[in-house]
């Protein structure tokens, strides 16, 4: 409850400033333009958020960064639908997709401090999977060929028998 009276005061007084500043009709116009732009916004980065996931399943590949896009703009398109001055602009910033990025990057940066098995996951997830491992070592390629099973001989050991 007490977040909730925090809201209405936090948008009442910024539309009043707003008001104060630029004038009643400049801050309906404001609001109006601001909604329909990010609905517009919403509803095109919601289909690339889709469009990128698909892809992803397509591709088999583990699709996080495209679903946590998918459920930013989702929360974007919420707050944006919300009346208000600064939920237009909370919407605005997690729908926008430069914003929606850092927002994305601090989201799970702070997911995998809480749960470390999700930076593994998502390490793991990224790398070639060879016989149940994952191979992340760049130094040492994965060579693709015939396996040869055999003993290795070292020559010293040779020369001693």
């Known amino acids: 409850m007490p977040f909730v009276l925090l809201y209405l005061v936090v948008e009442i007084v910024a539309l009043v400033a707003l008001g104060s500043v630029i004038g009643l009709g400049w801050t309906i116009a404001v609001l109006l333009i601001g909604s ?6 919403a509803r095109r980065e919601g289909v690339r958020a889709a469009q ?8 088999r590949r583990v699709a996080h960064a495209e679903v ?23 919407g605005l910033l997690l729908v926008f ?13 702070a997911a995998e401090q809480r749960a470390p098995g999700l930076r593994t996951a998502r390490i793991h997830s990224e790398g070639t999977v060879v016989d149940g491992s994952v191979v992340r070592d760049e130094q040492r390629p994965v060579i693709e060929g015939t396996i040869v099973e055999g003993t290795v001989i070292d ?6 028998s």
């Open 52 to 59: 990128a996931l698909a892809e992803a399943v397509n591709n």
């Open 68 to 90: 946590t896009d998918g459920l930013l703009v989702a929360a974007g398109g919420v707050l944006l639908f919300v009346p208000g001055l600064v939920t237009d602009l909370a």
């Open 36 to 41: 329909l732009l990010g609905l517009w916004l």
């Open 155 to 160: 020559p010293e050991d040779r020369k001693a």
């Open 97 to 109: 997709p430069p914003t929606r990025a850092l927002v994305r990057r601090r989201l799970v940066a």
